[in-house]
């Protein structure tokens, strides 16, 4: 089980490298999670068997950033190892939207599913240097300022 970050990184590098094509650059992999802020953990652990509801209902991914795309794989929820790859889009079409950075939890909404209603993805601070990395490459992405400020000018998804 890899707990470290640099760890979990080469791990899915390596499993991307085996079916990315020729060429192909890793430039940030970032970990998160679905459902709904992990905040509420501590109030669903209050409910017999809900936190347990809750806790296997949530799905855990790999957001790697290539010199061409962004590519989606699961994660295992027992060992966090990458495993297969959900979708790939390319970096001009990532269909990201709402993103709010917070001091520990950040979250944005990407549709994983087309057509579909987007899905919540939760990203730990430990995470955020790579998150910025990623959403920095995005054309239509824009990170807000710390806090939730709103940049005057600027659209917010």
């Known amino acids: 089980m890899a707990i470290r970050r640099a760890k979990q990184k080469q791990q899915v590098i390596e ?4 079916v990315a094509p020729a060429g192909e ?3 940030a992999c970032v970990h998160v999670e679905t459902g ?13 068997v809900l936190g347990l509801v809750v806790a296997l209902t949530r799905r855990f991914y790999f ?47 990407v549709e994983l599913t087309p ?12 995470w955020r240097t790579e998150m910025d990395q990623l959403l920095g490459a995005l054309p239509q992405a824009q990170i807000p300022a710390q ?9 917010q998804f």
């Open 115 to 126: 057509g579909a209603k987007p899905t919540r993805l939760n990203i730990h601070r430990y």
């Open 36 to 48: 709904p802020s992990p905040w509420l953990n501590a109030l669903f652990d209050e409910v017999p």
């Open 25 to 27: 650059t890793f430039i």
């Open 15 to 18: 499993k991307l490298s085996q």
């Open 63 to 109: 957001l790697t950033l290539t010199n061409t795309s962004v590519v989606v794989n699961s994660a295992s929820r027992w060992t966090n190892r990458p495993g297969d790859v959900v979708m790939a889009f390319p970096r001009e079409a990532f269909p990201v939207s709402r993103i709010k950075r917070a001091s520990v939890w950040s979250s944005m909404y």
């Open 147 to 155: 806090g939730g400020a709103v940049k005057t000018g600027q659209p």
